[in-house]
């Protein structure tokens, strides 16, 4: 029988929220003996839309794209950094596409048992929380989703895990 949490998703962009959640997922896998995987997805539909809007030219769109694929690869790095310091395996994967299809995409494909997500954002309206796609990805995925709050509590829970 597989276990409960065999296969955590832990979707990070860089945020303090999104950190605290990698730290909670890799002490999950820790007590679960599970596996992580962190997933960075560079939002390559919002780019798209700004060129289709006028906003960005072509090339700065490129510009933009090739700097948040480098801010991807430093937050995965990190997170790789962080698991190899507390002795978990952890597999990193970054993505372009629209943030809630890859999320729900990668859910699908690895099977994940557990979605971890930072805390949400505080919604001001209707329009804001149409727009959230960590939200909505916590509303559709096909999986299980854990949503982690209290960062000081995160922290000082994985600074002492050995």
């Given at each position: 029988m597989r276990p409960l949490l065999d296969k955590i998703l832990v979707y990070i962009d860089g945020s303090d929220r999104?950190?605290?959640?990698?730290?909670?997922?890799?002490?999950?896998?820790?007590?679960?003996?599970?596996?992580?995987?962190?997933?960075?997805?560079?939002?390559?539909?919002?780019?798209?839309?700004?060129?289709?809007?006028?906003?960005?030219?072509?090339?700065?769109?490129?510009?933009y794209t090739t700097d948040i694929e480098a801010d991807a690869n430093r937050y995965l790095n990190f997170a790789r950094d962080m698991a190899r310091g507390k002795g978990i395996e952890i597999e990193t994967v970054c993505r372009?596409?629209?943030?809630?299809?890859?999320i729900l995409a990668h859910i699908k494909e690895s099977t994940a048992d557990l979605l971890v997500i930072g805390e949400l954002s505080r919604i001001n309206s209707r329009l804001d929380a149409l727009h959230d796609d960590t939200e909505r990805a916590m509303r559709m995925s096909g999986c299980s989703v854990l949503i982690v709050k209290d960062d000081d509590r995160v922290e000082d829970i994985f600074e002492k895990l050995t």
């Open positions: 999104s950190i605290t959640a990698l730290q909670y997922a890799l002490c999950l896998a820790r007590q679960s003996g599970g596996s992580v995987c962190a997933l960075y997805v560079v939002n390559t539909r919002a780019l798209d839309e700004l060129v289709n809007a006028n906003i960005f030219l072509q090339v700065e769109q490129e510009e372009r596409g629209s943030i809630l299809q890859e």
